[in-house]
């Protein structure tokens, strides 16, 4: 069964810093993209970050956004996705979730349960 | 960047009921559109990709269609669990980007 545990989120001062982590389990992690989609409450989705495989050498896209603040990396022997997120400001408040991409077809075939994450003083 | 425009943003249907949802995009996308349910508390689901493919599971009253820039997602029966969220998102480039959301709601 395909799983990804998200964990890391809480709470942070404008400025800060934060690392989420998603474990991911039941499927071969090292042949795919992995996402981090974030929903700031009550709104929609937004895409944060996108990183590659290592047979696409780990590139990695960003939303405008986090550009600069936010850095996407994987840990193959643990299979495990990171999101870093430095300079933190109040509007990426959000529920993140990390998202494995389909390996054919790039769409987000299996989700997280997410991962809140509050920037405030 | 490519903005997906859903309409509506909001729809009142009943059990039963044939329901369609439109998703467009400010510039061509080919066929590169997905449909995702997501229920409060719960993170997305997805329905539809490439337009028109039903995901593994998903049940056939749920359908998509379109090309270029006009999508759609049609639901030929409501069923009480389909009351829900639905987002398009396209993923002709980056960035990826999501529809605002149509949310569904029993009548």
């Known amino acids: 069964e395909v799983q990804l545990v998200e964990s890391g989120g809480g709470l942070v001062q404008p400025g800060g810093s934060l690392r989420l982590s998603c474990a991911a389990s039941?499927?071969?992690?090292?042949?795919?993209?992995m996402d981090w989609v974030r929903q700031a409450p009550g709104k929609g989705l937004e895409w944060v970050a996108r990183?590659?495989?290592?047979?696409?050498?780990?590139?990695?896209e960003y939303a405008a956004s986090v550009k600069g603040r936010f850095t996407i990396s994987r840990e193959e022997s643990k299979n495990s996705l990171y999101l870093q997120m430095n300079s933190l400001k109040t509007e990426d408040t959000a529920v993140y979730y990390c998202?494995?991409?389909?390996?054919?077809?790039?769409?987000?075939?299996?989700w997280g349960q997410g991962a809140l994450v509050t920037v405030s003083s | 960047d490519i903005q997906l425009t859903q309409s509506p943003s909001f729809l009142s249907a009943s059990v039963g009921d044939r329901v369609t949802i439109t998703c467009r995009a400010s510039?061509?996308?080919?066929?590169?559109l997905a449909w995702y349910q997501q229920k409060p508390g719960k993170a997305p689901k997805l329905l539809i990709y490439?337009?028109?493919t039903l995901q593994s599971g998903v049940p056939s009253r749920f359908s998509g269609s379109g090309s270029g820039t006009e999508f759609t997602l049609t639901i030929s029966s409501l069923q009480p669990e389909d009351f829900a969220t639905y987002y398009c998102?396209?993923?002709?480039?980056?960035?990826?980007?999501f529809g605002q959301g149509t949310r569904l709601e029993i009548k």
């Open positions: 998202a494995r991409a389909n390996t054919a077809t790039r769409y987000f075939d299996y």
């Open positions: 039941g499927f071969s992690f090292s042949d795919h993209y």
């Open positions: 990183i590659r495989e290592k047979a696409s050498s780990y590139t990695t």
């Open positions: 510039q061509g996308i080919s066929n590169y």
């Open positions: 490439a337009t028109s």
């Open positions: 998102q396209h993923l002709n480039s980056y960035p990826i980007t």
